[in-house]
């Protein structure tokens, strides 16, 4: 390929193209019908289908079995292991993961995102960690290592368990 300079600088294809021009005349070669065709239910004006429509057949988002159930209440936690903590730790960065330490690191991808902390491999040093929930074990494995497992907004939360 030959190096590019001022003196061999072509426009991209297409680029100088004039944009389709209907219902111009004849002398435009969209002249008539301005390229809807003759007759038939698109070449009528104010004419719009709905999406996925196939002309009378039954659409495919029809067609498909409906499967499963989607939970609209759900409510997603970001998982937060206990060797990632103990990987931190061992940096030197720090003892106590509170929320805005633990979105400081990256941790946590959305700002009003709720963190789960799972037993996910071991942890040797005493930590306190601020979270929205807890695995049994995980919240055991913190304990026996001397460290805390506080959980965030449980007061806000206690009318949905009554």
């Given at each position: 390929?030959?190096?590019?300079?001022?003196?061999?600088?072509?426009?991209?294809?297409?680029?100088?193209?004039?944009?389709?021009?209907?219902?111009?005349?004849?002398?435009?070669?969209?002249?008539?019908?301005?390229?809807?065709?003759?007759?038939?239910q698109?070449?009528?004006?104010?004419?719009?289908?709905?999406?996925?429509?196939?002309?009378?057949?039954?659409?495919?988002?029809?067609?498909?079995?409906?499967?499963?159930f989607?939970?609209?209440?759900?409510?997603?936690?970001q998982?937060?292991?206990?060797?990632?903590?103990?990987?931190?730790?061992?940096?030197?960065?720090?003892?106590?993961?509170?929320?805005?330490?633990?979105?400081?690191?990256?941790?946590?991808?959305?700002?009003?995102?709720?963190?789960?902390?799972?037993?996910?491999?071991?942890?040797?040093?005493?930590v306190?960690?601020?979270?929205?929930?807890?695995?049994?074990t995980?919240?055991?494995?913190?304990?026996?290592?001397?460290?805390?497992?506080?959980?965030?907004g449980?007061?806000t939360?206690?009318?949905?368990?009554a």
């Open positions: 390929m030959a190096i590019r300079n001022l003196s061999n600088l072509r426009s991209p294809k297409k680029a100088n193209e004039n944009k389709k021009r209907i219902g111009r005349g004849m002398g435009s070669g969209m002249g008539k019908t301005s390229t809807r065709g003759h007759k038939g698109g070449s009528r004006s104010g004419s719009s289908l709905m999406r996925g429509f196939e002309g009378g057949q039954m659409p495919l988002h029809r067609r498909l079995p409906k499967r499963g989607t939970n609209i209440f759900r409510v997603e936690y998982v937060l292991g206990l060797d990632r903590v103990a990987e931190i730790v061992a940096a030197g960065d720090t003892s106590e993961f509170t929320l805005e330490h633990i979105i400081e690191l990256g941790l946590l991808r959305k700002k009003k995102g709720l963190i789960k902390v799972l037993a996910n491999g071991e942890l040797t040093t005493a306190t960690i601020h979270a929205h929930k807890f695995s049994a995980a919240k055991a494995a913190i304990e026996k290592a001397g460290g805390q497992a506080i959980v965030i449980s007061e939360t206690s009318y949905l368990r």
